[in-house]
């Protein structure tokens, strides 16, 4: 059974830095494209960052040169390096993954940048 389980997420000035962590289980991870989402209060859910299993990364507009997704194949783990944040990254903060045509979620970690 695939389990992804996220952490890190906090309450944080405007300006700082969080590192997201999110650790897999029931997957052949080395294999698997891994992505962050995000869901502000009474917006959509939105792709912030991705990254294949070969170590290509893409980025949403608003976060580039701000965000930097990694992954570690050997600990499972996939991370999201968030720095010079703005109150407007406010959001729940989602891993993703897909395998065998379906897609999997973490419980989400909720950030906030406030001062």
């Known amino acids: 059974q695939v389990h992804l389980v996220e952490s890190g997420g906090g309450l944080v000035q405007p300006g700082g830095s969080l590192r997201l962590s999110c650790a897999a289980s029931?997957?052949?991870?080395?294999?698997?494209?891994m992505s962050w989402y995000r869901q502000a209060p009474g917006k959509q859910r939105e792709l912030v960052a991705a990254i294949t299993s070969g170590g290509t990364t893409n980025y949403a507009d608003s976060v580039k040169g701000r965000f930097t997704i990694s992954r570690d194949n050997a600990k499972k783990m996939v991370y999201l390096q968030m720095n010079s944040l703005k109150p407007e990254d406010t959001a729940v903060y989602y891993c993703r993954t897909r395998q065998g045509g379906l897609e999997y979620w973490g419980q989400g970690t909720q950030v906030t940048v406030s001062s």
């Open positions: 029931g997957i052949i991870f080395s294999i698997n494209a």
